[in-house]
Nanobody, 115 residues
Framework: QAQLVESGGGLVQPGGSLRLSCATS????????MSWHRQAPGKERELVAS???????NYSDSVKGRFTISRDIARNTVYLQMNNLKPEDTGVYYC?????????WGQGTQVTVSS
């Protein structure tokens, strides 16, 4: 089970920005597709963005143009830069590392967008 350590959540006003971080081991970082998911109260967990080891990115339609996923190879960390946040972005954000049929989740970090 890979260890994923998330940070960066918090309370922000609509239109504001946050950057989430997910750190893992060098081995996992080098072989896994990394992704961010979120779960709003009463809703299922959904994919927000993903990035492969080759840097190919994918975004959900709801965050395209506002969120950016990136990788820092030197720090074995994946980031989610979230701009122009909306109240509907509120939820617990989870980092995931996946390789073939194996995957691991982080503990989650709360993001609340409210005035």
């Amino acid at each position: 089970q890979a260890q994923l350590v998330e940070s960066g959540g918090g309370l922000v006003q609509p239109g504001g920005s946050l950057r989430l971080s997910c750190a893992t081991s060098a081995r996992i970082f080098s072989i896994a597709t990394m992704s961010w998911h979120r779960q709003a109260p009463g809703k299922e967990r959904e994919l927000v963005a993903s990035i492969t080891t080759r840097g190919s990115r994918n975004y959900s339609d709801s965050v395209k143009g506002r969120f950016t996923i990136s990788r820092d190879i030197a720090r074995n960390t994946v980031y989610l830069q979230m701009n122009n946040l909306k109240p509907e972005d509120t939820g617990v954000y989870y980092c995931k590392a996946a390789r073939d049929s194996s995957y691991s989740w982080g503990q989650g970090t709360q993001v609340t967008v409210s005035s």
